[in-house]
């Protein structure tokens, strides 16, 4: 089992920045790909980005080139910074993990999921 603890959500103004962090603990030895979700009122939820332990991303188009993610493996820890936020960036931030070595985009392919954080950007 991986339990993992999302934080750093909040509200900001549109073009602000925000960085998320996920702690994770348990069987957090072997490989294990670590992935942030998103999911707006009403809307299904949607891949963001994605990273493996030796650092290969993946990103959803909408927020390539804004959103960076990254991991300290030391610490367990994957982040999210997120750049230059819209209002179509409001949403619930969920931290995913799964074994593997590529990051992947698909919501069913995680095993392990957080409660999620809230990201409100107002305009």
């Known amino acids: 089992q991986v339990q993992l603890v999302e934080s750093g959500g909040g509200s900001v103004q549109a073009g602000d920045s925000l960085k998320l962090s996920c702690a994770a603990s348990?069987?957090?030895?072997?490989?294990?790909?670590m992935g942030w979700f998103r999911q707006a009122p009403g809307m299904e939820r949607e891949f963001a980005a994605a990273?493996?332990?030796?650092?290969?991303?993946l990103y959803a188009d909408s927020v390539k080139g804004r959103f960076t993610i990254s991991r300290d493996n030391a610490k367990n820890t994957v982040y999210l910074q997120m750049e230059s936020l819209k209002p179509e960036d409001t949403a619930v931030y969920y931290c995913?993990?799964?074994?593997?070595?590529?990051?992947?985009?698909?919501?069913?392919?995680?095993?392990?999921w957080g409660q999620g954080t809230q990201v409100t950007v107002s305009s």
């Open positions: 990273i493996s332990r030796s650092a290969n991303t």
């Open positions: 348990g069987r957090t030895d072997g490989s294990l790909v």
């Open positions: 995913a993990s799964r074994p593997g070595y590529l990051p992947r985009s698909k919501a069913n392919e995680y095993s392990y």
